[in-house]
């Protein structure tokens, strides 16, 4: 299994650390991602707990918190936990980066550092600022991605398919109410017309292009031509040959 181990100390750089921790494990799984505090749980023995998480990650990233140094007693101390975490990573030959956390938080030196830690001074750094975290999470989890590519990036994923999902006008100028949406499933109540010239019914009832509307039963006769337009509703009756009887009363 490839993790990711968060190296840091309680009381200096512990928020930070558990942000981190929460953005990776949505991008790339909490299984992935080893944090001492929400990783080993209640009664597991920690000293061969942190030792195992170690030697089988691929990536240590060290949380500097701006009293980081300050603590140079439990610095120079062989027992002091945050001391053996980094140690045992340069032991095991994997990729070591420290975070700065904060603003205030400055490039480590060397001289503030016991000489088994003295390689952490040349190894490039993060510098994370707690007043935009949401770009600090983001760029550290583009380097996890980046530096251990064996891991699957979920969170891309879910954005890659956002993305996908947008939906891109096609339809055109337009004057008037238009509504576009993207596939339909199940039933649509209504009709959908594209590419149409000319007037188009979608509904119930008439539909009057410069016409008139005529209501009731209507009686042609004679030889000519008879030209009917516009809506009928009512029976048409057409008698060719035969001169209407009313027309000859009105004569």
């Not at 490039?124 to 990036?153: K, N, W, Y």
Request: proline share 4%; net charge negative.
């Amino acid at each position: 299994m490839k993790e990711v181990f968060i190296n840091y100390r309680t009381g200096d750089g512990e928020k930070t650390a558990a942000l981190i921790d929460q953005e990776l494990s949505r991008r790339f799984g909490a299984q992935h991602i080893f944090r001492a505090s929400r990783s080993i749980a209640p009664g597991e023995a920690y000293p061969d707990s942190l030792l195992a998480a170690l030697r089988r990650s691929c990536l240590l990233l060290a949380v500097v918190g701006p009293d980081w140094t300050n603590f140079r007693t439990r610095l120079h101390d062989p027992e002091d936990w945050v001391r053996r975490e980094i140690e045992e990573a340069f032991a095991c030959e994997l990729p070591v980066v420290p975070i700065l956390d904060g603003r205030k938080t400055h490039r480590l030196g060397k001289a503030d550092l016991p000489a088994e830690l003295e390689r952490l001074a040349d190894l490039q750094s993060i510098p994370f600022d707690t007043h935009d975290t949401e770009a600090g999470v983001r760029r550290i989890g583009d380097l996890v991605a980046e530096m251990v590519p064996g891991l699957d990036d979920l969170g891309r994923c879910d954005e890659t398919s956002r993305a996908g999902d947008a939906v891109t006008n096609s339809i055109g100028d337009v004057s008037g109410t238009a509504v576009q949406s993207r596939d339909f499933t199940g039933d649509i109540g209504g009709t959908v017309v594209k590419g149409s010239h000319g007037p188009v019914h979608t509904g119930s009832g008439g539909i009057y292009q410069n016409s008139r509307h005529v209501s009731g039963d209507r009686h042609f006769s004679g030889n000519g031509m008879t030209y009917f337009e516009g809506d009928n509703h009512g029976h048409v009756q057409h008698r060719f040959g035969e001169q209407d009887q009313r027309e000859d009363d009105s004569r």
